[in-house]
T-cell receptor
């Protein structure tokens, strides 16, 4: 497809379960961002990849959150031992270049509900 | 990150112009002013950005104050499809920056038929 694709679109997990959220960026895009958006709030930065290198993970809320992009394309955000406060929409965005110019293209997000 | 201040909500009528204000008094010389919007159940989408001069594109216009401490996003003729949350964001374009976007609360725009 032409845009950023995220899967699953909806995920319901029981507290304590592990979840994995996938992001397929636009082909050829170097930069990839993950954001977390709680209900009624703006998106909050989680982590940033430049190709396969994770250059910034300062926004990951705890060591239960882990992200990878092993071949510089598809990325996975993994949340271990999910808690109710992890319920949110997780957004992935990609951009063509390495730097600070250029539009970010966002996916539709993966909505995680932890029961 | 330099902070922006936007009204929580605004309302408009269809086919009328909308002016969405943003204050950014602590903007630095390398900060670009970006606007993104988020329609219900969608990810944010880029609207427009600028540095010092006013900018126009097919979606909107961006008017930037001479001192760069404020800006206004202008939708020339609002449609129902423009109902969204509008985010004004300062994006650091400095040499070592990778341009992380820091979102605030945004302005919820309601468009009445």
């Amino acid at each position: 497809g032409a845009g950023v694709s995220q899967s699953p679109r909806y995920k319901v997990a029981k507290r304590g379960q592990d979840v994995a959220l996938r992001c397929d960026p636009i082909s050829g895009h170097v930069s990839l961002f993950w954001y977390q958006q709680a209900l009624g709030q703006g998106p909050e930065f989680l982590t940033y990849f430049q190709n396969e290198a994770q250059l910034d993970k300062s926004g990951l809320p705890s060591d239960r959150f882990f992200a990878e992009r092993p071949e510089g394309s598809v990325s996975t955000l993994k949340i271990q031992r999910t808690q109710q406060e992890d319920s949110a929409v997780y957004l992935c965005a990609s951009s063509l270049g390495r730097g600070s110019t250029g539009e970010l293209f966002f996916g539709e997000g993966s909505r995680l509900t932890v029961l | 990150d330099a902070k922006t201040t936007q009204p929580n909500s605004m309302e408009s009528n269809e086919e009328e112009p909308v002016h969405l204000p943003c204050n950014h008094s602590t903007i630095s010389g390398t900060d670009y002013i970006h606007w993104y919007r988020q329609l219900p159940s969608q990810g944010p989408e880029y609207v427009i950005h600028g540095l010092t001069s006013n900018v126009n594109n097919r979606m909107a216009s961006l008017a930037i104050a001479e001192d760069r401490k404020s800006s206004t996003l202008i939708l020339h003729r609002a449609t129902l499809r423009d109902a969204a949350v509008y985010y004004c964001i300062l994006r650091d374009a400095g040499g070592t920056s990778y341009g992380k976007l820091t979102f605030g609360q945004g302005t919820i725009l309601t468009v009445h038929p």
